[in-house]
T-cell receptor, first 115, second 111 residues
Framework: SAVISQKPSRDICQRGTSLTIQCQVDSQVTMMFWYRQQPGQSLTLIATANQGSEATYESGFVIDKFPISRPNLTFSTLTVSNMSPEDSSIYLC????????????FGQGTRLTVV | RKEVEQDPGPFNVPEGATVAFNCTYSNSASQSFFWYRQDCRKEPKLLMSVYSSGNEDGRFTAQLNRASQYISLLIRDSKLSDSATYLCVVTRAGSARQLTFGSGTQLTVLP
């Protein structure tokens, strides 16, 4: 099973600034997924990151606000740009692994508070 | 209509009780179904996959009814450690790799 190291685990940021979240996986994976979990809600997919190509963004999420890098098969970053209090949330990266390749494994999450 | 809808909860049950969670999904073309568990301030973790024939893992039983687009999770003999939020998860139609999460059902098992 994949092990994902995500950092930072939490941060408090000033509005208008940007934060970059990093995820390192202990094995090579084709796709990495970035989710947002707002307080008291479930996970919403932000984008799918493939190595060697631009990330694919879900409706309501744009590259200018959430630029993603995927320089190799074990690493990805998500940047939350020009933050506002509405961006306060938990951000999680995820990969699929397991015997059938269908089990989602998650990083520990980044708890972001924008003030 | 949400793609995946779950019982709103919260469920507060005594130890030893049997509790059932329900979930419906909107897209009949979805192929794979799961229950995930999320502890407070932790990331989600797979509890079990759900198959058409139904499957059981110890005290946990999952059922899928494709005709009704309905998924269930039954927990027997509840333990204090079962307290968590249970997320119904469905693969997106046309994609085996993108997941849609329900809003979750919170369970608290009381001593």
């Amino acid at each position: 099973s994949a092990v994902i190291s995500q950092k930072p685990s939490r941060d408090i940021c000033q509005r208008g600034t940007s934060l970059t979240i990093q995820c390192q996986v202990d094995s090579q994976v084709t796709m990495m997924f970035w989710y947002r979990q707002q307080p008291g809600q479930s996970l919403t997919l932000i984008a799918t990151a493939n190595q060697g190509s631009e990330a694919t963004y879900e409706s309501g999420f744009v590259i200018d606000k959430f630029p993603i890098s995927r320089p190799n098969l074990t690493f990805s970053t998500l940047t939350v740009s020009n933050m506002s209090p509405e961006d306060s949330s938990i951000y999680l990266c995820s990969v699929l692994d397991g015997a059938l390749g269908t089990e989602a494994f998650f990083g520990q999450g980044t708890r972001l508070t924008v003030v | 209509r949400k793609e995946v809808e779950q019982d709103p909860g919260p469920f507060n049950v005594p130890e030893g009780a049997t509790v059932a969670f329900n979930c419906t999904y909107s897209n009949s073309a979805s192929q794979s179904f799961f229950w995930y568990r999320q502890d407070c301030r932790k990331e989600p973790k797979l509890l079990m996959s759900v198959y058409s024939s139904g499957n059981e893992d110890g005290r946990f039983t999952a059922q899928l009814n494709r005709a009704s687009q309905y998924i269930s999770l039954l927990i027997r003999d509840s333990k204090l450690s079962d307290s968590a939020t249970y997320l119904c998860v469905v693969t997106r139609a046309g994609s085996a790799r993108q997941l849609t999460f329900g809003s979750g059902t919170q369970l608290t098992v009381l001593p």
